[in-house]
């Protein structure tokens, strides 16, 4: 048998970002053939990614990239499972690489993402995710992204990494700034009125009529006070109509604040990490409460 030398080991572990355990495996299973150690890793990495894939991936990070002219940037969620990996700087860097790569190449969707040449590296997308997969023992998962192209400007802000949003306006870059720190906070669901599900405001109106019903209301009066509910709602999911966070006069709202700066908002798109995804509780004190039952019979 060949011998494995530490820097045979360092060789492989720089050529393929996995770990060094794994990569001392593959050159003795291989007998010290680089290429073959390589290509085996591969086709691992591929089958602990295919096995990962299966589980919920609800942690991760929100990564953005502008560039350098502020006309095209992209938002993008990149999962993973647990909150110590999504702190991970070989996973950050791939989030990062990822936005990189949508602003670049203008994918249609994840599965066109996942053919493509990855920015700042070598490989694909998706052999540079199943190498991290490889090499953080966690599912990792590109759940979406958007572009923007733009003849305005174009703002980020992240906070942390758990909250990303991507602003296309026009204006001065303060106000880019404050809109999309608004916007992280607010977390409005749309630009104005003709953004929001119509099935939402008739759930407000529904709701709203049967609680003015239930009160005592008469009926003459239900769809005035629902109308007068829907409008309220409206200024609370509707960015246009909700409060500017920091308004002096805690009553300036942003439609109001653009107008007074001869400003607009032609788009917007918010992510948080996680949002929508079902995640597992494992009940570790019924799981051990049952293994003791089976034990005793």
Do not use: W
């Not at 590109?142 to 572009?147: D, L």
């Not at 007074?260 to 494992?282: H, N």
């Amino acid at each position: 048998m060949a011998e494995v030398t530490a820097g045979m080991v360092k060789e492989l572990r720089e050529a393929t970002g996995l770990g060094m355990m794994d990569c001392k495996k593959a050159l003795v299973e291989t007998n010290g053939d680089f290429k073959a150690a390589e290509e085996l890793l591969r086709i691992k990495s591929g089958a602990k990614a295919s096995k990962a894939s299966s589980r919920v991936a609800a942690e991760g990070v929100i990564s953005s990239f502008v560039t350098p002219d502020g006309k095209t940037g992209a938002v993008v969620e990149v999962n993973c499972e647990t909150d110590f990996v999504a702190k991970n700087d070989d996973f950050i860097a791939f989030a990062n690489n990822v936005a990189q790569t949508v602003v670049k190449n203008d994918p249609a969707d994840a599965a066109a993402l996942s053919n493509l040449a990855i920015s700042n590296g070598s490989g694909t997308v998706e052999e540079i995710r199943k190498a991290l997969v490889m090499k953080l023992g966690e599912n990792v998962s590109i759940r979406r992204f958007a572009r923007f192209a733009t003849s305005g400007k174009l703002a980020t802000y992240l906070h942390g990494s758990k909250i990303g949003v991507l602003l296309d306006f026009t204006g001065d870059d303060m106000l880019g700034k404050d809109l999309a720190m608004h916007i992280a906070a607010s977390k409005p669901k749309s630009i104005d009125a003709s953004g929001v599900n119509p099935e939402d405001l008739a759930t407000e109106r529904r709701i709203a009529i049967e609680k003015a019903r239930e009160a005592g209301k008469p009926e003459a009066m239900l769809e005035k006070i629902a109308e007068g509910t829907v409008q309220k709602f409206l200024k609370d999911v509707t960015l246009l109509g909700q409060v500017f966070v920091k308004a002096e006069d805690g009553k300036q709202t942003i439609e109001q604040l653009l107008k007074s700066r001869g400003a607009t908002v032609a788009a917007f798109q918010m992510y948080i990490v996680g949002e929508g995804i079902e995640k597992v509780v494992e009940d570790y004190a019924a799981e051990v409460a049952a293994a003791v039952a089976a034990i005793k019979g």
